[in-house]
């Protein structure tokens, strides 16, 4: 069974940047896409970003397009989110998550292993 560890996260302040880390247990290349989610508390979770299997296509939601970079590192079976530009709304627990499907990548369903979360915090 695929296993994702996340570290990462923290609190930061408004316009700062944190990268998030997902290590997976076996290699996900040409395989699984990897989507990250968030959590914001009080809302359902919602998908933030997500990178195909073959690392050719990248996926964004509007909140976060042009301030968030997703990327693989294959060799070391690691997915990274970079997030710059960051903002109050950002709070939430983020998620890693690994599907066999890119199409839909944002949404929830598409994704079959999990990551436990790690908490971000954007607060002055």
């Known amino acids: 069974q695929l296993q994702l560890v996340q570290s990462g996260g923290g609190l930061v302040q408004p316009g700062g940047s944190l990268r998030l880390s997902c290590a997976t247990s076996?290699?996900?290349?040409?395989?699984?896409?990897i989507g990250w989610f968030r959590q914001a508390p009080g809302k359902e979770r919602e998908g933030v970003s997500c990178v195909s299997g073959d690392d050719r296509y990248t996926n964004y939601s509007a909140s976060v397009k042009g301030r968030f970079t997703i990327s693989r590192d294959n060799a070391k079976n690691m997915v990274y989110l970079q997030m710059n530009s960051l903002k109050p709304e950002d709070t939430g627990v983020y998620y890693c998550?690994?599907?066999?499907?890119?199409?839909?990548?944002?949404?929830?369903?598409?994704?079959?292993?999990w990551g436990k979360g790690a908490q971000v915090a954007v607060s002055a």
């Open positions: 998550a690994a599907g066999a499907l890119f199409r839909l990548c944002l949404l929830n369903e598409r994704y079959d292993w």
């Open positions: 076996e290699s996900t290349k040409d395989i699984y896409a």
